[in-house]
């Protein structure tokens, strides 16, 4: 048996003492072969492309274990994290970017009055600067026609005195023409009742940061979760209850990384800017909650492409020819861009729900469920809140109409139709959704690590 060299003083191995030229020879050959690794790793990110969904394994990309947290298909559905946060960086972002800052996707018809069905006694939303003027029905839609003065800078005041709660109503010229209104049967609102309504300009009232948490924002989630999905999640609940309970926390994860992603950080020098501590607290902490997010917009991006035919032919029209033509030309290249099609032709498949012989009870059950969660978007106590969620509700609502109003092809049937409002609201909830998984995305493992290694260190200070 022979034995292994003895390390010399220092750790040298067994070459030590072989004198400068073999050291000089070793240095230009480490340093070559890491020349020609970079150089491999240039040429790869250059021709970088797609990844195919089979291409990546469930343990890690490149089969390289631990490389990034969330890895292999997103669960119940047809493509995988790496794809989405591809497809979603360099096609999907970018588009609905732009999409949803021209003027048809800018304005949203919203009924902001409150009248919560549920508990009357909350008087919170009824401070005068949450409240919206009601107009005559002679002089609507004289609102939306002329430019909204705003509320006076005394009333600037809601929800713990915080003025960036109020929904910012001021509005150009334009007026939407040219679409067949239709109600939604997803949602509670009525949606052809103008009498109600007041158009929003979305630019102008950002999903963000706005002061209302407390007892009355933690009901409204207590109320949507332990009411409208009972027992969820659980072991042996169906597919589609399962799926609504991952819809309902996809979106509540989705609203979480907005107002972390736009906080204020400090309301004396009205500073806004990223809190990643309430991002992992609230998100990131819980790694269903990332999953559930992906989820969902992978639900509402196959609704979305399922309806390319209609959405298609829609008249996006708002008496501004050179926006509309843009309009038009970004929504064809949202449905059939090739790499979006070849990456994840399917993003998640409906056809394998409400199957059994208890499917359509199943479906009524579901679909009033949901009803009540868009009614309890009328208790939210903060106007541009409500907002938010009226339109995030209204555009997964949307998403289930298209997904569920189906002939025995499969195809949307001849009787289908989607409301301006609809598709304005299912293309803004694909843009929240997509900004929520970039984010994710990008802060997500650096954020996670930073965390721990801070409130670590404070523990072990803390000890000492």
């Not at 990546?56 to 790496?82: F, I, L, N, Q, W």
């Not at 005559?136 to 005195?161: A, H, T, V």
């Not at 509700?393 to 301006?420: C, M, P, W, Y």
Request: hydrophobic share 35%; with cysteine; net charge negative.
């Amino acid at each position: 048996m022979t034995s292994k060299p003895a390390p010399t003083a220092n750790g040298a191995g067994p070459d030590a003492g072989a004198g400068g030229g073999v050291r000089r020879r070793r240095r230009f050959w480490v340093a070559a072969a890491v020349v020609l690794l970079l150089a491999l790793l240039a040429a790869a990110v250059s021709s970088r492309s797609f990844p195919a969904i089979s291409s990546y394994s469930r343990s890690g990309g490149c089969g390289c274990p631990g490389a990034r947290k969330y890895t292999g298909m997103v669960e119940d559905c047809c493509c995988d994290y790496e794809t989405v946060d591809a497809i979603n960086e360099e096609v999907l972002y970018p588009i609905l970017q732009e999409l949803v800052s021209l003027p048809f996707f800018r304005y949203f018809k919203v009924k902001l009055w409150c009248d919560c069905p549920f508990w009357p006694d909350d008087g919170m939303c009824r401070l005068r600067d949450c409240s919206v003027c009601e107009c005559p029905d002679n002089e609507f839609p004289e609102p939306f026609k002329k430019p909204y003065s705003g509320l006076s800078p005394e009333n600037m005041i809601c929800q713990e005195g915080k003025p960036e709660a109020t929904v910012d109503r001021t509005l150009d010229t334009k007026v939407f023409k040219g679409w067949v209104e239709t109600d939604n049967p997803w949602t509670s609102d009525d949606e052809t009742d103008n009498a109600e309504m007041t158009y929003v300009n979305l630019q102008l009232n950002p999903e963000r940061y706005t002061g209302y948490t407390g007892d009355s924002a933690r009901r409204i989630w207590d109320s949507i979760y332990k009411e409208n999905c009972p027992k969820y999640p659980s072991e042996d609940m169906c597919q589609e209850k399962k799926a609504l309970y991952k819809l309902i926390s996809g979106l509540h994860s989705s609203i979480s990384v907005h107002i972390a992603y736009g906080y204020l950080l400090d309301e004396s020098a009205n500073l806004w800017g990223h809190n990643l501590p309430l991002l992992y607290d609230r998100v990131l902490k819980y790694p269903e909650r990332v999953q559930n997010l992906y989820f969902t917009y992978l639900f509402v991006l196959r609704a979305v492409t399922k309806a390319a035919d209609y959405l298609e032919q829609a008249e996006y029209n708002t008496g501004n020819p050179e926006e509309d033509l843009k309009t038009q030309s970004l929504v064809k290249q949202l449905l059939y861009n090739h790499k979006l099609r070849s990456a994840c032709p399917l993003p998640f498949d409906e056809a394998k729900l409400w199957q059994g012989e208890n499917g359509p009870e199943l479906k009524q059950e579901i679909q009033k469920q949901f009803r009540n969660i868009s009614a309890i978007m009328d208790c939210v106590g903060c106007e541009k809140c409500r907002l938010w969620g009226k339109l995030q509700v209204l555009g997964l609502g949307t998403a289930l109409k298209i997904l569920f109003s189906v002939d025995g092809e499969n195809n949307l049937n001849q009787q289908f139709h989607l409301q301006r409002n609809e598709v304005i609201a299912l293309v803004n909830l694909l843009n929240r959704l997509s900004e929520s998984v970039k984010f994710v995305h990008e802060k997500g493992q650096s954020t996670e690590e930073g965390i721990k290694q801070l409130r670590s260190s404070t523990v072990q200070k803390g000890a000492s």
